[in-house]
């Protein structure tokens, strides 16, 4: 069976102990590589690679540097078939995301970042008569990046590729559930001529490896995105050591639905923004909220549109769902269901497993599903699910649907349909997340601010704001 290594100082290397963990394939649910349960002493292996190379990263010029992110980023580009199939088979995810969503994204984040950092200017601030102070920002030296499963090199790329281009040295972290492209991407770095220690990418459990990262007294800052949990522990072992903390989390979006919007667009989009990568998409909006009039109309032909959904392997050109991406998530995801249940849920459709024919009766896969009858603060409504389980409820005035789309802990995303532009206006300023979209879901630019607000996470990433967070800033005053 083949098994993964570690990319440290610009080599692929096995884990110095010697200890491996069983990777699965959420599309047949058996195991089909290994990978490294790295330790604390491959991560201090990792630091010291990237101590060796920070003077020759941080020093080379910004368009030096530049070039090397961009061949990385070409260098996807030119693999993209074996990365696409990689996500695929790893994640459970339909393969037509993968290629036209995750890979693409990757090959993106690293060129935006590396055109990005040509254009990163710093401040002055001229004191009349008095003297100038400008703003020095340099990279902090070695930074921990740790990311989730969900858009495995989509998220992973999208740390490590602002932390490079501001010069720093890399020790990288994906999730342990789907770590293979983020193996290829060693080859890619080879390839693209990066010098050895700059980027360091670690396998294996975040209570090994990834502890290890955010307790090492040379790792700087941490890049966090993951769950809400997770992000506590790390803010509470890495603030004493005061390092830079960025941290994306959890979410329970809501997604409201006025009468008076553009119906069929509203529908085809929703279905998407509940369901796509089978609900597992941090922004993914799990709580429908419909205004009363057309509360019966979009129940019936969402729920006509939802049982048309297919759900299938990730090879089949027709599935628009996938396999979750693990047993214990599939068992998770199936708890809420059973939970909603009993707080007096009506499941609409969906509810269970789909058992495909063999080789693939053991892969992960959940109907796509819709629950109704639930209070808005019941723990359905209120704890994330993370999976194709969305609840809709009718609501009557605008006051009423803020607060209970502001009744969570979290505060990611929302979404918003409605043709009045001043209402739409007026709930984007009141809605409590980082990020709002008006009638539309997942629109995404590189170049504005991502992130959460309460349990949702803390700092932002995207465009100016991952370079500020990746350098420090110096002012420098001088006398006239
Ligand atoms: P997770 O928190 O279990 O794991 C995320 C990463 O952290 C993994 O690489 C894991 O190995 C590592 N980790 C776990 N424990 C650690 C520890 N003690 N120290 C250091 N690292 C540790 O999250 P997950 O299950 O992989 O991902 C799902 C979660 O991610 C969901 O809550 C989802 O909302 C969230 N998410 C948020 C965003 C966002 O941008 N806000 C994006 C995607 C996913």
Known sequence: MEKLQNFINGEYCDPVKDQYMDNYEPASGTVYCQIPNSTAEDVELAVEAANSAFPVW?????????????????GIERRMDEFVKAESRDNGKPLSLAGHVDIPRAVSNFHFFATAILHYASESHNMEGVGVNYTLRKPIGIVGCISPWNLPLYLFSWKIAPALAAGNC???????????????????????????????ILHGEGGNAGDAIVKHPRIKAISFTGGTATGEYI??????????????????????????????EMLSTTLRSSFANQGQICLCGSRIFVERPIYEKFKEEFVKRVENTVVAHPDNPEAKLGAVVSKPHMEKVLSYVELAKEEGGTVLTGGTRVVLDAPYDQGYYLRPTVIEGLSYDCRTNQEEIFGPVVTITPFDTEEEVLMMANSTKYGLSSTLWTSDLKRAHRMANELEAGIVWINAWLVRDLRTPFGGVKASGVGREGGWEALR???????????Y
């Open 58 to 74: 941080s020093g080379m010029s910004v368009s030096e540097r530049s070039k090397i992110l961009v061949k990385l980023s070409e």
């Open 170 to 200: 890399v020790i990288a972290k994906p999730s342990e559930v789907t770590p293979y492209t983020a193996y290829l991407l060693g080859k890619v770095a080879q390839e693209a001529g990066m010098p050895p220690g700059v980027l360091n």
């Open 235 to 264: 803010a509470r072992t890495a603030a004493p050591m005061f390092k830079k903390l960025s941290l994306e989390l959890g979410g329970k979006n809501p997604n409201i639905i006025f009468a008076d919007c553009d119906f069929k």
């Open 469 to 479: 967070f990746f350098t420090e800033p110096k002012n420098v005053f001088v006398k």
